[in-house]
């Protein structure tokens, strides 16, 4: 009977053990939001890239041009200019860009001048948009900051 009792014992001790070492994990661990980096700041931490594509087929605009907006797995968003291969554009550049991106869309306008929106939606999920003029030529670091102007700007009542 003894040893019964101190294996019953030893089950109850583990069963605490463990059920302390639950309660005892960081709230961190357990709370929506962006988590904090070891100097205290919120860091945008892994999110899904994302990617969208506008084309202009305007007359007097040249063909084959295909706009796309990416987002990295840190949150950070990117513009590239398909007559400029292989070069993308930090959004960051321009000013009141969101931090910690989610969600991208691109669309352009039929015009000369045409207007490329750039829209993203933020970790806090409020939208943000630029719009950039298109002309003949390509979206670069050195040409991004003239093209969209005041940068972005919130869209107004943004369902969170």
Same mark, same amino acid.
């Given at each position: 009977?003894r040893?019964? &009792?101190?294996? +019953?014992r030893?089950?109850s001790?583990?069963?605490?053990a463990?059920?302390?070492g639950a309660?005892m994990v960081?709230s961190?661990? /357990?709370?929506d939001?962006?988590?904090?980096?070891?100097?205290?700041k919120?860091?945008?931490? #892994?999110?899904?890239?994302?990617?969208?594509?506008?084309? #202009?087929d305007?007359?007097n605009f040249?063909?084959?041009?295909?706009f796309?907006? /990416?987002?990295d797995?840190?949150?950070?968003a990117?513009?590239n200019d398909?007559?400029n291969?292989?070069?993308?554009v930090?959004?960051g550049?321009?000013a *009141? /860009?969101?931090?910690c991106?989610?969600?991208?869309? &691109?669309?352009v306008?039929e015009a000369?001048?045409g207007?490329?929106y750039?829209?993203?939606?933020?970790?806090?999920?409020?939208?943000?948009?630029?719009r950039?003029?298109?002309? *003949?030529?390509?979206?670069?670091?050195a040409?991004?900051?003239? &093209?969209?102007g +005041?940068?972005?700007s919130?869209? +107004?009542n943004?369902p969170?």
């Amino acid at each position: 009977m003894r040893k019964l &009792a101190w294996a +019953a014992r030893g089950i109850s001790a583990v069963s605490g053990a463990v059920l302390l070492g639950a309660l005892m994990v960081p709230s961190a661990v /357990a709370a929506d939001g962006p988590a904090k980096s070891s100097d205290g700041k919120k860091k945008c931490g #892994p999110v899904s890239r994302d990617i969208s594509t506008a084309a #202009p087929d305007f007359v007097n605009f040249p063909s084959g041009v295909v706009f796309h907006v /990416a987002t990295d797995r840190k949150g950070h968003a990117f513009v590239n200019d398909s007559r400029n291969p292989g070069v993308w554009v930090n959004l960051g550049l321009l000013a *009141n /860009a969101p931090k910690c991106v989610v969600d991208t869309a &691109a669309s352009v306008t039929e015009a000369n001048p045409g207007y490329l929106y750039i829209t993203l939606q933020g970790h806090d999920g409020v939208i943000h948009q630029a719009r950039c003029t298109t002309d *003949n030529t390509p979206f670069a670091p050195a040409t991004i900051v003239g &093209a969209c102007g +005041a940068g972005f700007s919130e869209l +107004a009542n943004t369902p969170v």
